[in-house]
């Protein structure tokens, strides 16, 4: 039989690295994908309960009610924000629209597993930058790394898969440095989690940077990834648009839509969680440390440390004897090889009885 004939960037194209845990006999503890612990908020599952008997038609293909909502909450007007199937829809999105063979994209490494894509998929050529001695964003390097040629800059913050966030103020003066015709994307999808700012300050730079765009989610501290929505806060209304050209029609469905325009309206509930998954972050941290570990300063709902050992294949071997390790009791993690940085491990903060179980899990598997 004839195998079928592909186009060039299909072998381009990276394999996305899913974490595990997604098959019918998960492990109890699910550490691996940075979601929230707890399940959606009862306003929130009446909502889309509400939203069932009328999915015999499509979904609002502007998104009209929650933009406006997203509006009214972050003072953006309307036309400036745009709305994805999940925030990564947006993001691949915005390679398709911005990208092509010849033109160049910058971003940080280790960041997150989905910016390899945007190169990979439109024959651009991705120009990375590593990561400082602290696991930061070296912004000061990414800048050196901008050409005529470049059309977008992502800087992850708080960076996944590595916790660590950079001040605004340098985010603010980077954006500042960077020229107006090349679009520059902050992944902000952990930004309620930053204790080093406000979240909703770097809303302001918008004012000033019609290049720039906020990318944002309801997939993490909304709790919400089972539903795929996200958005982006956006400096002009090219970016919108431009999205908005290479997507289909119904990008974000009815039950999506629903779920987060109610969301929103419980920003006391967004701050509970915030407060309790700090609070974890604060004595999951504190326990690595007593068993020798280290773990990046996090900015994020999740920690990400070494296992030790410098050679490469000693580290690849640790991780995956830890991960082994850590499975065997039930918990899964995610693993720093399939994330640029073998021997380490990237944990989400889950409940208070989830981290019990992973950390006494771990103090027997090292
Ligand atoms: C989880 C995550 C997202 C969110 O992706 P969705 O498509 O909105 O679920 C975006 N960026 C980063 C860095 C993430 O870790």
Known sequence: MMALEFSQRIARIPTYPAAGGYAQRAPKVRLASNESPWPPLPAV????????ATLNRYPDPTNSLLRERLSERYG??????AIGNGSCDILLAAGEALLEPGAELVYAWPSFSVYPH???????RAVTVPLDACERHDLRGMLREITAATRLVIVCNPNNPTSTAVALASVADFVAEVPRHVCVIVDEAYCEFN???DPDASIDLLAHHPNL????TFSKVYGLCGLRVGFALCGSEDLPRAVDQVRQPFFCNALAQT???????????VTDRVTRTIAERISVDERLRALGIEPAESQANFCWFGLGGHD?????????DVMRGLAERGVLVRGGGALGRPGALRVTYGTTEENAIFLDAL???L
Do not use: K, M, N
Not at 45 to 52: D, N, S
Not at 76 to 81: F, G, K, L
């Open 363 to 365: 103090a027997e598997a």
């Open 45 to 52: 599952i009446e909502a889309i309960q509400g939203a069932l």
């Open 118 to 124: 945007l190169s990979a998929a439109s024959g651009a």
């Open 259 to 269: 779920a987060a325009v109610e969301a929103l309206a419980h920003q006391d509930a």
């Open 195 to 197: 204790l080093l700012e």
């Open 312 to 320: 490469p294949e000693q580290a690849a071997t640790r991780e995956a």
């Open 213 to 216: 765009v906020l990318l944002r």
């Open 76 to 81: 953006v007007p309307a036309s400036r924000i």
